[in-house]
Structures are given as structure tokens and as C-alpha cells.
């Protein structure tokens, strides 16, 4: 098979003024992806763009870097987007939870380049993994009151849970058959011990065999700080395998990823697992899914 040549979406980075960012500021705190004193800087669209349009990046999605003030992060986003080009999608940051919800969704939903909702809901052992107080906050009743409004406002969810998460996950995804949702960071694989796969293929399988999800190949070296070429093709074949090339979807999570690779090596390992696809199935993959699932 041959590489693919055309043009890429990124569906998943971050852009920032680091004083926006309140997990940025001093002192630093612990994070599940290791030390990021690397990223503790701004990282302006100008420095995205130039890491990315080398490498054939005509579009990209911004996901929310949880300024704690989503509105602001949006408005600002979507002036830097009228200003480059970049980015073409927003996917902002709302707590469903709050009885304000609908309210926050509508002011959202002003910004033309909005496009979907991140709230992250992983939760395991560790406290610095714990991004909302218990494993099945899914299901809470003021968690699902909200979400509910995402139909009413034709907004996608990005969903972002671990493995032993995904009986939760799959009664969210039954329950809302109309919203269109996408796991992030391909379900977010944490270790790689042949049992920890295991585990995290019987998740993927699991939350598969719903049709309103998509599957997200970003973050890929997130939990191993760095990612190596069988890595990389460890998990984006196993994500292919059960998702489907339809239903898979590239995102880097630049600038995390700078932490350890430029975005010509990192994106350069995707490029080498995926040429041993059809053409169709990677411009599925890194373009066309991506135009009609975030509506590009």
C-alpha cells in the first residue's frame, strides 16, 4: 500500500494564551500524562499552524483545553478562527450537570463554528485520574438531564472514558441513540500489559456495537509519554479492526504530543500504519470522516 497524500483533518488540539489556562499557571500539579513543563507556555494558532500545514493539515477541530470559563474560551476561539481559518470546529466545554445547562448550550450554540461538547468523565483508582467524583457519573440524573439537550441543540458529545468504564458508557449510548458521540484517544489505553489490551479491546468491542459512536485515534501516547511505531500500530489497528475505518476518526492532541514528538514524527508514525490500508479507508480515516461527522 501507498501513504496517503491528500489532505488531513485534526480533529483534536488545543490552542491557548497559557493565563487563560488555570492548570497551566504555577505551582504545577500533578497530571495523568507526566511531567508537561514543555507546555506550560502559550501556544498561539500561529505555532499549531506551522506545526501542522507542513504535514498537509487543511482543517482542524479545537477541543476544549478547560479554561473554567467555557463561553470566554469559545468567543475567543472563534475570533481567532475568523481571523487564520484555523480552527474549523469547536467543541467546547459545558457541565451538564449544572441546572444552567441549557442556557450555557445556547449561548454556545451562537458561535458558527461550534460543533459539539466535552466533559470529561473518566474515573479510576487514582485521584489524578479522577475527573468527576465516581466511575458511572454518566448516569447520574442531573448528568442525563443535560445531556438530553444536546439533541435539542445538534451538538455531538466527545466522550472520554477507561476501559472498566464501559459498561457505564454503553448505558449512555443506549439511552441517547439520536446524539452522535466519539470516544476520545481511542478509549484512552493506560498500560500496556497484555491484560490491560485485553481489557481495553473487550471496551472498544463493547461500546462498538452502537452506531452513534465514533472512535477517535488521538492522545495515542498519552499514557506511555512518547509513542513508538509498534505502539502506534498496536492500537490503531485494534481500533480500525473494531470500529471500522467508517467510523474511525484521526485527532494528534497537539500540543501534548510536543511534549515528546514534533508533529512531523508523531504524525509520521499514523502515516506509516495506515499505508498499509486502502487509499479509501485512510482518507476516511484522516479526511472524510471527519468532514461529515463534525460537519465541515
Excluded at 65 to 70: C, I, M
Excluded at 154 to 161: A, I, N, P, S
Excluded at 168 to 173: D, F, M, Q
Excluded at 219 to 245: K, V
Aim: aromatic residues 12%.
Amino acid at each position: 500500500m501507498t501513504a496517503y497524500t491528500g489532505p488531513v483533518i485534526d480533529t483534536h488540539h488545543h490552542i491557548w494564551l497559557r493565563k487563560d489556562v488555570p492548570w497551566l499557571a504555577e505551582p504545577p500539579i500533578p497530571r495523568m500524562f507526566g511531567d508537561y513543563f514543555g507546555i506550560r507556555r502559550d501556544y498561539p494558532v500561529e505555532e499549531f499552524m506551522r506545526d501542522v500545514m507542513p504535514e498537509g493539515v487543511t482543517k482542524s477541530v479545537h477541543v476544549t483545553a478547560n479554561w473554567g470559563r467555557p463561553l470566554d474560551e469559545t468567543r475567543w476561539l472563534q475570533q481567532i478562527a475568523d481571523q487564520h481559518g484555523f480552527p474549523h470546529g469547536i467543541v467546547a466545554q459545558v457541565d451538564l450537570a449544572d441546572p444552567e445547562a441549557d442556557a450555557a448550550l445556547k449561548a454556545q450554540k451562537q458561535f458558527p463554528n461550534m460543533r459539539g461538547v466535552r466533559q470529561m468523565l473518566y474515573w479510576d483508582g487514582a485521584p489524578v485520574r479522577q475527573s468527576v467524583p465516581r466511575p458511572d457519573y454518566c448516569n447520574a440524573p442531573d448528568f442525563r438531564r443535560g445531556f438530553a439537550l444536546l439533541e435539542k441543540y445538534g451538538l455531538h458529545f466527545e466522550l472520554q472514558v477507561y476501559a472498566p468504564q464501559a459498561a457505564y458508557a454503553v448505558e449512555l449510548l443506549k439511552a441517547f441513540p439520536n446524539v452522535p458521540m466519539i470516544l476520545v484517544h481511542a478509549g484512552m489505553l493506560t498500560d500496556r500489559t497484555p491484560q490491560a489490551i485485553e481489557q481495553w479491546r473487550g471496551a472498544l468491542t463493547a461500546m462498538a456495537a452502537f452506531p452513534n459512536l465514533h472512535v477517535k485515534i488521538s492522545g495515542l501516547g498519552m499514557y506511555s509519554l512518547g509513542l513508538t511505531l509498534p505502539q502506534a500500530r498496536q492500537m490503531i489497528r485494534d481500533t480500525i479492526q473494531i470500529f471500522g475505518a467508517k467510523r474511525t476518526i484521526y485527532g494528534s492532541n497537539f500540543p501534548l504530543e510536543k511534549l515528546h514528538a514534533s508533529y512531523a514524527d508523531f504524525f509520521g508514525l499514523y502515516r506509516k500504519v495506515l499505508a498499509e490500508y486502502t487509499e479509501a479507508e485512510q482518507r476516511a480515516v484522516l479526511h472524510d470522516n471527519a468532514v461529515e461527522f463534525y460537519r465541515l
